[in-house]
């Protein structure tokens, strides 16, 4: 039972006083503004978006600002703002093929159809502290090197200007070209991404239009998935097919079991990044046996549409960030079906791969059922993942344990009180007992 606490506003309202002091740090240092934290710490604004359902880099930041940083305070801020806005409808689904591609690996392919596209990408550094980003100097070394990386390698055109996120190198402009001079590409793949005038009739056909920021269109030809290559073949089960029927929206109805797929993956979608993680891990240790092949991550931008009722079709309203895993898994195949590789499935908000492969992978875990595997691990019993994998919930069950439990305390002190006392009158009265037992012993 919690009781109000009588006489406390003063001091919440200095606790408050001071978390803002705390905050603000410093006074003789500048203040971080939102810009710089969409801006260079776009990873945890993209876990914050995702976690919190809501798609908006501004209000991310402003949550991790609010929050001092704590992560799951700031999606707890997301969530809290984002049930106050009014819905108007529900977006066309994206189309994930069609997707604007900044990063895009195959772990089961080296060369396959648009080719890998390494893109900014933690992988492949030495993990050493990098001293020179102690200092303002440390953006220009980077600079410096982007630079003479860039002039050193003729056919690659220069980097686009810092800001347009390709790096720091300097790039013309359609203005400052020479006479019959294209810009550069502001994806970095001139093998596979060109720019043209936008009113260029190639710009048609197969191909994906998009706006550079610089008077121009990139043209990026459709990069198929790795699993549309294998489902040629039949070699990996086909993708769900969509009957029509709308999904579940867990955002507006209770969670209940069992829960199909579509309802899983949006749990899962905002789930914990640290507990997804975990169980993903779990599977491939051993329990639940799973250990797949990356068959492809990519990371770039989707078209988000509505459709108009009123004209009959779907109006874009913009593009959003998103990272897409899909996980091809071994199955030896059942009396109804013949051995085929088996899908996994991530898609978040922003540049979380991390989060995303560890989605496919306990979302894989889930589907033993319909598969016809035994049920061996946690990661497969859809109720423990489900209920537990929502941060804000686990969040707010462990903090209340601080909010008053008087009245509770004062219960459960009473009882052991009591019972301490009981016990004593027992060793008591069994303590005469005891004493002459030896005695008698000793007259037989």
């Known amino acids: 039972m919690y009781v109000a606490v009588k006489g406390g506003e003063a001091a919440i309202r200095n606790a408050h006083a001071l978390l803002a ?71 066309v689904p994206v189309d994930t093929g069609a997707m604007r591609v900044r990063r895009r690996i195959s772990a089961t392919f080296k060369d396959l159809p648009g080719g890998q596209v390494l893109g900014p990408t933690f992988d492949y550094t030495h993990r050493l502290l990098d001293e020179r980003l102690a200092t303002q100097a440390g953006d220009d070394a980077d600079r410096t090197a982007a630079e003479t990386t860039t002039s050193a390698r003729p056919n690659v055109p220069p980097l686009p200007p810092a800001g347009e996120g390709w790096g720091g190198g300097t790039a013309p402009t359609p203005d400052a070209s020479p006479a019959g001079e294209i810009p550069a590409p502001s994806l970095p793949s001139p093998d596979r991404t060109r720019l043209l005038p936008s009113s260029t009739p190639e710009t048609e056909a197969g191909n994906i239009r998009l706006r550079s920021g610089r008077g121009f269109h990139s043209v990026q030809a459709p990069m198929p998935r790795v699993t549309d290559l294998l489902g040629d073949e039949g070699l990996i089960e086909p993708a769900p097919a969509d009957d029509g029927t709308p999904p579940r929206d867990l955002t507006r109805e209770p969670l209940s079991f069992p829960a199909d797929r579509p309802l899983r993956l949006q ?178």
């Not at 549409?305 to 059942?334: M, R």
């Not at 589907?367 to 941060?391: I, M, T, W, Y």
């Not at 305390?409 to 303590?431: P, S, V, Y």
């Open 21 to 91: 002091q705390r905050r603000r740090g410093d006074a003789s240092v500048p203040e971080i503004g939102l810009d710089q934290i969409t801006g260079q710490l776009s990873l945890a604004v993209d876990r914050v978006m995702a976690e919190g359902s809501l798609y908006d880099r501004e209000l991310a930041a402003l949550a991790i600002k609010q929050a001092r940083g704590d992560l799951i305070e700031a999606i707890f801020l997301a969530r809290a703002f984002r049930t106050t806005l009014p819905r108007f409808g529900a977006s």
């Open 267 to 444: 749990a899962l979608a905002r789930g914990d990044e640290g507990f997804l993680l975990a169980l993903g891990y779990s599977t491939q240790r051993g329990y639940a046996r799973t250990h797949p092949f990356v068959g492809e991550i990519r990371f770039g931008e989707v078209e988000v549409s509505l459709h108009a009722e009123e004209l009959g079709f779907a109006v874009p309203l913009g593009e959003i960030s998103v990272t897409e895993c899909q996980s091809v898994n071994q199955f030896k195949g059942s009396a109804t079906q013949p051995p085929q590789f088996t899908r996994g499935y991530g898609l978040v908000f922003g540049q979380l791969e991390r989060k995303a492969m560890s989605m496919a992978l306990v979302d894989r875990s889930l589907r033993f059922a319909e598969l016809g595997e035994e049920k061996s691990a946690p990661a497969q019993d859809e109720e423990f993942v489900l209920s537990h994998c929502d941060n804000v919930q686990a969040t707010g069950f462990v903090e209340h344990l601080k909010l008053p439990h008087y009245v509770d305390f004062q219960a459960e002190l009473d009882l052991i009180r009591r019972m301490r006392a009981e016990h004593a009158a027992e060793a008591e009265a069994q303590a005469p007992d005891v004493a002459e037992a030896p005695h008698k012993e000793a007259a037989e």
